[in-house]
C-alpha cells in the first residue's frame, strides 16, 4: 500500500531534550516536506526536500532541522524543543513527474507533539 | 508572497443541504489551487485541485470549485451534504513564482446535523 508513515504518532517530551520524528515513505517521491499544524493557522511549512541532500527553509523553519540522507526518508530533529512547538506536524510527499507542482501531495497520519 | 483566507472557521448544515465553503486566495502570479479534507485523527486528503484550463473542477466525494480570477475565489461546494462530509477542509495555493511552497489557508471544520 502507497502511503507515508511517521513515527511516533503521539509524543510528550520537556523543554530541551532533543527530539526527532521520523517520516518514510514507499512511493519513491523525490519532494518530502514538514508542515506543522496550529489551530486557526491552517498547515505551515517547516521545511521541504526536492530530492536526496536538498533540503530548503519553509515559513516558519526556526528551531527545526531535517535531513534527507536516503529518497524515502526525511526525519525532522528538534535539537531544543521549547513549549511553542507544540503542536500537530505532518510529513508529506510528492512526485515530481510530470505536473511537478500541481501534483498532490499525499500526507502522513501526523504526529501530536506536546513540549512541558 | 502568497495567502490564503477561508471564510468561516466553523460551518454547521443540515443533511441535504448545501455545503458551501469560501476561499479567496493572493499571488502575484497565476496560482494553482487546491482543496484538501482532514477527517478526524487522519492526515489531509486531495479533493480536488486548479491549475490551468476549465474553471470548474470537480473532485472526489461530489465537491466541486470554481475558479473566479476576477475575484480572486476558489470557493468549494457540494449540492448536498451527507453525514460523512463532517470534517476540516483546507483550501491551498502554489504557483511557479512560489517554487515548492504551499501555502494554506486557516482550515474549516464542517458540522453536518441529521
Known amino acids: 500500500e502507497a502511503q507515508v508513515t511517521q513515527n511516533p504518532r503521539y509524543l510528550i517530551t520537556v523543554t530541551g531534550k532533543k527530539l526527532t520524528v521520523t517520516c518514510s515513505q514507499n512511493m519513491n517521491h523525490e519532494y518530502m516536506s514538514w508542515y506543522r499544524q496550529d489551530p486557526g493557522l491552517g498547515l505551515r511549512q517547516i521545511y521541504y526536500s526536492m530530492n536526496v541532500e536538498v533540503t530548503d527553509k519553509g515559513d516558519v523553519p526556526e528551531g527545526y532541522k531535517v535531513s534527507r540522507k536516503e529518497k524515502r526518508n526525511f526525519p525532522l530533529i528538534l535539537e531544543s524543543p521549547s513549549p511553542n512547538q507544540t503542536s500537530l506536524y505532518f510529513c508529506?510527499?510528492?512526485?515530481?513527474?510530470?505536473?511537478?507542482?500541481?501534483?498532490?501531495?499525499?500526507f502522513g497520519p501526523g504526529t501530536r507533539l506536546t513540549v512541558l | 508572497a502568497q495567502s490564503v483566507t477561508q471564510l468561516g472557521s466553523h460551518v454547521s448544515v443540515s443533511e441535504g443541504a448545501l455545503v458551501l465553503l469560501r476561499c479567496n486566495y493572493s499571488?502575484?502570479?497565476?496560482?494553482?489551487l487546491f482543496w484538501y479534507v482532514q477527517y478526524p485523527n487522519q492526515g489531509l486528503q486531495l479533493l480536488l485541485k486548479?491549475?490551468?484550463?476549465?474553471?470548474l473542477v470537480k473532485g472526489i466525494n461530489g465537491f466541486e470549485a470554481e475558479f473566479k480570477k476576477s475575484e480572486t475565489s476558489f470557493h468549494l461546494t457540494k449540492p448536498s451534504a451527507h453525514m460523512s462530509d463532517a470534517a476540516e477542509y483546507f483550501c491551498?495555493?502554489?504557483?511557479?513564482?512560489?517554487?515548492?511552497?504551499?501555502?494554506f489557508g486557516g482550515g474549516t471544520r464542517v458540522l453536518v446535523k441529521p
Open positions: 491551498a495555493v502554489s504557483s511557479k513564482a512560489a517554487g515548492n511552497k504551499l501555502t
Open positions: 508529506a510527499s510528492r512526485s515530481d513527474q510530470g505536473s511537478g507542482i500541481y501534483n498532490e501531495q499525499f
Open positions: 499571488s502575484s502570479v497565476p496560482p494553482y
Open positions: 486548479y491549475t490551468t484550463g476549465a474553471t
